[in-house]
Each structure stands twice: as structure tokens, then as C-alpha cells.
């Protein structure tokens, strides 16, 4: 359907309005996939709209990078399954935080340590996707099985310095904001858009930046927070 689309439009003369339009067009005619290039294209609005999001709205998870990264992961498990999956890695990495607490090590060899113990949990829950029939996710998306792993580090070291409620809060969030990238890379209108207006879409990553980059405001969460401040 996009490469449809790509080669049904009239190019134009090249020019500064059009011309990640026929680089699109060339590096298809090159090769490359469409799908790599279209996502290539989005993820600067997807970065963008988690910052627009964290400054306008307040929530925060672990930096802009690690839940469009997690958003890129959602696309190929799905969304639902790569919740699920991150939520039960998450949870082996907690409990064997617990058991290596009164481990005397450095800190990193002691997060080394939270991702063998973690390596090693994923034979028995192989085993039971087996037996519920569930294992062609792992045949599927053994990379970004691999990519959640190593993602969940960062909160896991989060777990080591904050109280447990914070990383409730912290894992909700980041996982809003994995969701909200999911849905910007996933959309069909923005693919359609990245592939008809490729400029378009980088100029919106853009003004996105220079607009919220220069917001000094109250965040919306934050009114919430100082709401009996804001009333005298």
C-alpha cells in the first residue's frame, strides 16, 4: 500500500521543498525497504511528541530515548504482548535485585549479575509459553525479547536508588509514553504522511522542538501538585 502510494506521485522537479521525497523514491529504487525508511522518518516525531508530552503534561519515565525505543519494540510483538512481556522481565529483574541485595560487589558487576539471573528465568517461562502455545512470539521477536531485557536495566538501577513506589509511578508513565510512540510509528495517516510529505514530517518534528523547547510554564500534573498554592 505505501510503495503503491510512493510510486503513484508525481515527484516534481527536484528542489528544497521535495527533496526527501525523491531521496525516499531513490532508496527504494536502491533497495532499501520502505518500512525501515518510513520509520526512520517518524522517529524524530515520535521523540518529539514524548518531549511535548513530558513538558507540557509532566510525565516523565526514563528519558525520551528508552520509550520510543520500547515503542519500537511494541511493533513487532504487538502492544498488549510487549506490555506483558517487559511487566514479567521487570518482575524477574526486581526479585533477583532482592535476592542479590546482601551480595557484597561493586554496583555494575551486581547489575550484571540482575541480568544473568534474569537470563537464566526465561527457560522455565519458555517452557510455559510451550505449553499454552504462545511461543510464536518468541520465534518472531527473539531481538526484541533481547532489547526489553537489556531496557529493563534502567529501572532496575532506578530500583537500587528510589523507594518502590517510585518505580511504580516510573514504569506506568514510561510505559504511557512507549504506548504513545507505538501508535505515532504504527499509525497508518503518519506513515502515509512520512511517504507523501516526507518534509512535512521532519518540519513537524521541528517546530515541535523550537515551539515546546521554549515553554516556561506550569506543567499540567504540576497544577495538580501546587493546586493550594495557585489559590492564594
Known amino acids: 500500500m505505501l510503495l503503491e502510494l510512493l510510486q503513484s506521485q508525481?515527484?516534481?522537479?527536484l528542489g528544497p521543498i521535495n527533496f526527501l521525497k525523491h531521496a525516499l523514491y531513490w532508496a527504494v529504487n536502491q533497495g532499501f525497504p520502505l518500512?525501515?525508511?518510513v520509520l526512520?522518518?517518524?522517529l524524530p516525531l515520535a521523540v518529539s511528541l514524548v518531549v511535548l508530552v513530558r513538558y507540557l503534561i509532566g510525565i516523565q519515565g526514563l528519558g525520551i530515548f528508552t520509550p520510543?525505543?520500547?515503542g519500537v519494540v511494541f511493533l513487532n510483538t504487538g502492544l498488549i504482548p510487549g506490555i506483558l512481556l517487559f511487566l514479567v522481565i521487570l518482575l524477574f529483574e526486581i526479585l533477583a535485585i532482592y535476592l542479590l541485595k546482601g551480595l557484597k560487589v561493586h554496583f555494575r558487576a551486581k547489575m550484571s549479575l540482575v541480568l544473568l539471573t534474569v537470563c537464566f528465568c526465561f527457560f522455565p517461562l519458555l517452557i510455559f509459553f510451550q505449553k499454552i502455545n504462545f511461543q510464536s512470539l518468541f520465534s518472531s521477536a527473539l531481538t526484541s525479547i533481547l532489547v526489553l531485557v537489556l531496557l529493563g536495566e534502567d529501572l532496575v538501577e532506578t530500583q537500587f536508588r528510589k523507594p518502590p513506589q517510585k518505580i511504580g509511578k516510573i514504569t506506568i508513565e514510561n510505559l504511557i509514553l512507549a504506548a504513545l510512540s507505538f501508535f505515532v510509528l504504527s499509525s497508518f495517516y503518519l506513515r502515509k504522511m512520512a511517504v507523501l510529505y516526507p518534509e512535512l514530517t521532519i518540519l513537524a518534528a521541528l517546530l515541535i522542538n523550537l515551539i515546546?523547547?521554549?515553554?516556561?510554564?506550569l506543567r499540567l500534573l504540576e497544577y495538580r501538585r501546587f493546586r493550594r498554592?495557585?489559590?492564594k
Open 10 to 13: 508525481d515527484l516534481g522537479i
Open 35 to 37: 518500512e525501515f525508511l
Open 40 to 42: 526512520l522518518l517518524l
Open 68 to 70: 520510543v525505543m520500547m
Open 212 to 217: 515546546i523547547g521554549r515553554f516556561t510554564g
Open 229 to 231: 498554592l495557585l489559590r
